[in-house]
């Protein structure tokens, strides 16, 4: 099945089908304050998140990536999954896990695959794009990437996702856009897609050299240096111009 | 029960064993080479375990920089690698050891978050048996083990059956072993988990909801050696399955 999309799709929920409208439209719906509806993840393939793909994330570690346990620079791309109990959409709450009182909010660009992807050449990677979407990566604060516990990034709700799939057609730079970061209103990161050590086609091709992305499925393309914390009552928004912006608030686990 | 799905002229069909092989939904009964194997159910998440048997953790202990035994070492894979029985894993020409896992798999059939061990089979719909391959030529230090090495198409076979809980009194009394080409490769017994069923699933359930479809991967004894192009390998549980699977070339592939 192919995947294809001209406008944007969304599910606010209450909604019986994901459905696609202009981008305009979601975006008035998902930034209304007051009784407008938490929207539903746009999409429900697996989630690849890739790891170290931004220069400064990849600098930051330059000093340890010799000595032990890595003993040696990354060579094929480091992806991890987020599972399906990760995934929730638009202004769905995210617990804080009692054992936890920071997350990291790794805000990321989603390519959201729209056409069976087997290894395919660089050239032809975006081919198989069906638009984008914004993720935050949320992870348990942890140093070690040797062999994280899935304690750290498989946390129900760790994978908010959206409002929308926007459509390849409508974002013509993958690789250079830029994503900003507030906690509470306030901007505490900004990062781009420019400068990737893969940059979206480079990373579709080397991952579908050995795994096959399904319609659907979403691949991040990583986390910038510095991922900022948030706690419990704080609300964090991520945006990314011409995908979204995707807004959740973060509750303390056991809280209604 | 033992429940399987099958590719069978022009459809996919739920099928239950059968003395002559197996029998689909609709009333057919048909030879085990007369269908396509699919993995048995459909799959949700797909967990699997590092190093959850004493003997397979002396067998790598000289490659380990990390031996921490505090927590199971888990991970895991997506649905898009699996295959079913009977099928075709391919071998990349430039590697050097590509080995077979045979793993008891424990299927989810009831939600589960936070659930004591002692309740912990209550959420086990079956089991199944799986191979789950590793190329170590692409292992790399960074999210050990990384999908490059563990989430390869093709290479993780599951199946052939499903089979009932109740159906398997004792979960950890399950002898399994591989044969590659007929030759006895891997011996284990499932008594000798580190972290047995129900501690996996007390494990997993305290930080994550499992679902219906969930499979965890228990781990692999020693016995785990190369395989190449042409090689038959069958991986074995008493009481579960017996799993087919071939190893086939680049060619196929176009590559």
Wanted: with cysteine; aromatic share 6%.
């Amino acid at each position: 099945m192919t995947f294809l999309l001209e406008q944007a799709l969304a599910q606010p929920q209450g909604a019986p089908l994901a459905t696609e409208a202009p981008v305009e439209h979601w975006q008035a719906l998902a930034a209304a304050d007051e009784h407008a509806p938490a929207f539903l993840p746009p999409t429900r393939g697996t989630v690849y998140g890739t790891l170290l793909n931004h220069r400064d994330a990849l600098a930051a570690m330059a000093d340890q990536m010799n000595a032990a346990p890595y003993k040696a620079p990354p060579r094929a791309p480091i992806l991890y999954i987020k599972p399906r109990n990760t995934v929730v959409g638009h202004r769905m709450p995210v617990r804080v896990p009692a054992d936890a009182s920071e997350l990291e909010m790794g805000a990321t660009l989603g390519v959201v695959i729209g056409r069976t992807a087997s290894h395919v050449a660089a050239s032809e990677a975006l081919d198989c794009v069906a638009g984008y979407t914004v993720v935050n990566d949320i992870s348990v604060p942890h140093a070690s990437v040797y062999r994280p516990s899935m304690r750290f990034k498989c946390r129900d709700g760790f994978c908010p996702m959206g409002p929308a799939v926007v459509a390849r057609a409508l974002v013509p730079t993958p690789d250079a856009l830029d994503i900003v970061v507030a906690i509470d209103g306030h901007t505490v990161q900004r990062s781009s897609t420019a400068g990737l050590v893969r940059p979206v086609a480079q990373l579709i091709a080397d991952v579908t050299e050995f795994m096959t992305l399904f319609p659907g499925d979403v691949l991040t393309v990583g986390v910038a240096a510095h991922a900022p914390r948030a706690r419990a009552g704080q609300t964090v928004t991520i945006t990314i111009d011409g995908v979204g912006r995707l807004q959740n608030t973060l509750i303390a686990e056991g809280a209604a | 029960m033992k429940h399987a799905k099958v590719a069978y002229a022009g459809a996919i069909h739920d099928a239950t064993e059968h003395p002559a092989g197996l029998r689909l939904a609709d009333g057919r009964v048909l030879a085990e080479d007369a269908v396509v194997w699919l993995p048995p159910f459909a799959v949700g998440t797909v967990i699997a375990l590092g190093l959850n048997y004493a003997d397979h953790v002396k067998e790598l202990s000289k490659e380990l920089t990390v031996t921490s035994k505090d927590e199971p070492l888990a991970f895991l894979k997506s649905a898009g690698a699996l295959i079913g029985h009977r099928g075709q894993t391919r071998r990349p020409a430039d590697v050097k050891f590509m080995h077979y896992e045979c793993e008891l798999a424990v299927v989810i059939g009831r939600s589960a978050k936070n659930v004591k061990r002692a309740q912990a089979l209550q959420h086990v719909a079956g089991y199944c048996v799986a191979n789950d391959y590793a190329i170590r030529d692409y292992l790399e230090n960074y999210y050990r083990p990384n999908l490059r090495v563990k989430n390869r198409d093709t290479c993780t076979v599951l199946g052939p059956w499903l089979v009932d809980a109740a159906d398997v009194p004792d979960p950890q009394q399950l002898a399994l072993r591989t044969l590659v080409n007929g030759q006895l490769t891997q011996q284990g017994h499932t008594s000798n988990m580190i972290a047995d069923i129900p501690e996996l699933i007390e494990y997993l359930s305290s930080f994550m909801t499992l679902g219906a479809g969930d499979v965890i991967l228990t781990g692999t004894p020693d016995g785990v050696v190369n395989v190449n192009v042409g090689d038959e390998v069958v991986t074995e549980i008493d009481g579960i399955g017996r799993l087919v699977n071939t190893i086939v070339g680049d060619k196929l592939f176009d590559r």
